[in-house]
């Protein structure tokens, strides 16, 4: 039983280039969520998912797109990154009772 | 002023110490009250989950929801040098979308030898 995995770990990106980061959970939870860690800020919600099929915009929406094409999977993409997208990016997942799970992180660095 | 207000520390202790981590709120709509324990370079890991008031305990772990004054607390007792981290706390509504959860910004906790 994984949990909660983030494909990849780090990733160095240039301005403007594009990249999608990969969420995936075995615990058959209905909800999911992409969150951001700047230091200071805490965590900050970017999108979140009810279920399969479905997205929604969070706290800090702008210049992220995501996808929920199967339960177990939620995909966060940067069509055109930016300094400012320079972030610890967590993924985490529910049930309808709220104890979120969440993984390791994805470190990215945006130049 | 943010909805959840948490000291950023960094709180140092010995080792053997009780420490007492807080947060305080200001929906009156939270009910459900959370503490995740964050690594350095890890993700977060949920520690303790308690509904409406009261306490609850786990281990060296209490966690302490006090509704009428908007203030949750994290009790650790006999601290150890491996519960050195950042405790961040949750919260959310009995209802709403997704359950999404407020955090705030986390304290960081060192225990020292």
């Known amino acids: 039983n994984a949990g909660v995995t983030q494909t990849p770990k780090f990733r160095v990106l240039k301005t403007g280039q594009s990249m999608t980061l990969l969420c995936a959970q075995d615990?058959?939870?209905?909800?999911m969520y992409w969150y951001r860690q700047d230091p200071g800020m805490g965590l900050r919600l970017i999108h979140y998912?009810?279920?399969?099929?479905?997205?929604a915009k969070g706290e800090v929406p702008d210049g992220y797109n995501v996808s929920r094409l199967k339960k177990q999977n939620f995909l966060l993409g940067l069509e055109s990154a930016a300094p400012s997208q320079t972030s610890v990016y967590f993924c985490?997942?529910?049930?309808?009772?709220?104890?979120?799970?969440f993984g390791p992180g994805t470190r990215l660095t945006v130049t | 002023q943010k909805e959840v207000e948490q000291d950023p520390g960094p709180l140092s202790v010995p080792e053997g110490a009780i420490v007492s981590l807080n947060c305080t709120y200001s929906?009156?709509?939270?009910?459900?009250f959370m503490w995740y324990r964050q690594y350095s370079r890890k993700g977060p890991e949920l520690l303790m989950y308690?509904?409406?008031?009261g306490n609850k305990e786990d281990g060296r772990f209490t966690a302490q929801v006090d509704k009428s004054s908007k203030y949750i607390s994290l009790f650790i007792r006999d601290s150890q040098p491996s519960d050195s981290a950042t405790y961040l706390c949750?919260?959310?509504?009995?209802?709403?979308?997704?359950?999404?959860?407020?955090f705030g910004t986390g304290t960081r906790l060192q225990v020292t030898l």
């Open positions: 929906n009156s709509a939270f009910q459900y």
């Open positions: 308690t509904y409406s008031s």
């Open positions: 985490a997942s529910s049930y309808s009772t709220g104890e979120q799970y």
């Open positions: 949750a919260m959310r509504p009995l209802t709403g979308t997704a359950s999404k959860l407020t």
């Open positions: 998912s009810v279920g399969e099929g479905t997205t």
């Open positions: 615990m058959n939870h209905e909800y």
